[in-house]
């Protein structure tokens, strides 16, 4: 059976991110629907990266925690 060592915060999980593209420099809001999450290891960030689609030119914009 599962055991909660440390309760999470829900909320904060589910919270809007922003992004800025590079490719058109178009810097805008995204609510938790909008967006998907996934774990990342690149030469310059490690951790937690979200994705969106710019709703200005259309490529993958990202935003690093």
């Not at 809007?16 to 690149?42: D, L, N, V, W």
């Not at 030469?43 to 710019?54: F, L, Q």
Request: glycine share 6%.
């Amino acid at each position: 059976m599962m055991k909660i060592i440390k309760p999470g915060n829900y909320e904060a999980s589910v919270k809007p991110k922003y992004f800025c593209c590079e490719r058109c420099g178009c810097e805008f809001e995204a609510s938790f629907s909008e967006y998907k999450t996934a774990s990342q290891i690149a030469y310059m960030h490690d951790g937690i990266v979200a994705e969106c689609k710019c709703p200005s030119c259309g490529i993958t914009a990202c935003a690093y925690e």
